[in-house]
């Protein structure tokens, strides 16, 4: 009998009555990571733990499934595979903070309106997309309307495209979400004062995460102009001699390195205006800028903009 095959008896049996479980070979079909990979992260990294069968064959629950998504998430963005671990622990602690029984009914509630959301990206019907988005604002804050439900599934549909249709469905829903960020992003800078420039670092995020964090960082008291992505580092003096900014804020998703640490510290020297960084980088470097006049705002949404405010007003210790 095949491992597939014995999986399937078993799921067929009293593993069905507590949760579904899935085979290898499944698991690899509904992530695109191969097996040699999986039994890798198992082995050397212990970043997913599934249960085995008697024979010893290995069973994966949905919670693995969504680890795997969330390793190839870091990966893709140029996480190395060993430091994964770290940051997935620190996001599990962060989601511990909260009670599991409320946990799960959020988390339980989010998962539907993605699911019509993905319905309605299935059918490329932009009308019902429209309205399926119009009402979740209506039941959550913005924060949550796009950390926690459009762009996980955002990056779901990114990470599967090679299975066919997905690109197709990712271009549609990518291209759906960033003409309602704009359209937000303006009407929020036409009632601040303050203004505050937000670059990407090259080649460390999407346009769309970009424009979301312009969102989320933007209140009625700043309004927040979102620079093209592939603004080059070295030309922000420029921009913002021209500008004139309250700040500028650097945005990126990849922990920095040495390099970007050396180009923050130049170009700290050139601007006349103060710096800050926001995305997960902000969390990454906290540590390493502690004491430098670069301020970290973190990458939660209320969290990012309480702190620009307090940075702005010169309350934020950097």
């Excluded at 990056?155 to 249709?165: A, S, V």
Aim: some cysteine; charged content about 25%.
């Amino acid at each position: 009998m095949t491992e597939s095959a014995r999986a399937s008896k078993l799921l067929s049996s009293d593993s069905l009555k507590r949760e579904e479980l899935f085979p290898i070979r499944e698991v690899s079909r509904l992530t695109g990571v191969n097996p040699v990979t999986l039994r890798a992260w198992e082995r050397r990294y212990g970043l997913i733990q599934p249960t085995r069968t008697e024979s010893g064959h290995r069973l994966y629950s949905m919670a693995d499934i969504e680890a795997v998504r969330s390793i190839l998430v870091w990966t893709e963005r140029g996480v190395a595979v060993s430091k994964v671990g770290s940051i997935l622990s620190r996001s599990a602690t962060t989601k511990a903070a909260v009670l599991p029984e409320q946990q799960e009914a959020v988390v339980g509630e989010w998962g539907e309106w993605q699911a019509l959301v993905q319905r309605a990206v299935s059918r490329f019907d932009e009308s019902r997309l429209d309205q399926v988005y119009g009402q979740i604002f209506s039941t959550y804050p913005l924060p949550i309307v796009f950390q926690d439900v459009l762009l996980p599934l955002w990056q779901q549909l990114l990470l599967r495209q090679d299975e066919f249709g997905r690109t197709s469905e990712w271009l549609f829903l990518d291209t759906f979400l960033r003409a309602r960020v704009l359209q937000r992003l303006q009407l929020a800078r036409g009632q601040a004062e303050d203004r505050v420039l937000l670059a990407a670092v090259p080649g460390q995020c999407r346009e769309l995460e970009l424009l979301i964090a312009g969102l989320l960082l933007s209140s009625e008291a700043v309004a927040v102009n979102v620079l093209a992505i592939g603004q080059p580092l070295d030309e922000l003096t420029l921009v913002c001699e021209k500008v004139r900014p309250r700040a500028l804020v650097l945005y990126s998703n990849l922990p920095p390195n040495a390099v970007l640490l050396r180009q923050l510290a130049k170009l700290t020297l050139g601007l006349d205006c103060p710096l800050a960084m926001a995305g997960e980088a902000a969390e990454f470097s906290e540590q390493s800028l502690r004491g430098s006049p670069i301020a970290c705002l973190g990458n939660s949404g209320k969290l990012m903009q309480r702190r620009l405010l307090q940075f702005l007003d010169g309350h934020l210790d950097t």
